[in-house]
């Protein structure tokens, strides 16, 4: 098991909970998926997500567009 601390945070969204800042990330290993540490800004709540539900936020200066969530639960980019 791995524990990172990021510094500095990213933003992210995570599925189902809004966007927030990671700032960690726990790696249990080969059979396991990332898990992000976050911080909701809307609730303050600390979440810890597992890959699947963790989206990079958009950013205009490199070109990546904010993901949209679907009804399904998953995400698509918009432009």
Avoid at 26 to 54: F, K, M, R, S
Avoid at 63 to 75: E, H, L, V
Wanted: glycine residues 8%; hydrophobic residues 40%; contains cysteine.
């Amino acid at each position: 098991m791995a524990f990172q601390q990021l510094d500095p945070t990213i933003p992210v969204t995570v599925l189902d909970k809004g966007p927030g800042f990671a700032f960690a990330v726990i790696d249990y290993g080969q059979e396991h998926n990332l898990i992000w540490v976050t911080a909701i800004n809307e609730t303050g709540e600390i979440w810890c997500a597992p890959n699947p539900q963790v989206r990079l936020q958009g950013n205009w200066t490199m070109g990546r567009a904010r993901p949209q969530a679907k009804k399904d639960g998953s995400c698509t980019a918009a432009a």
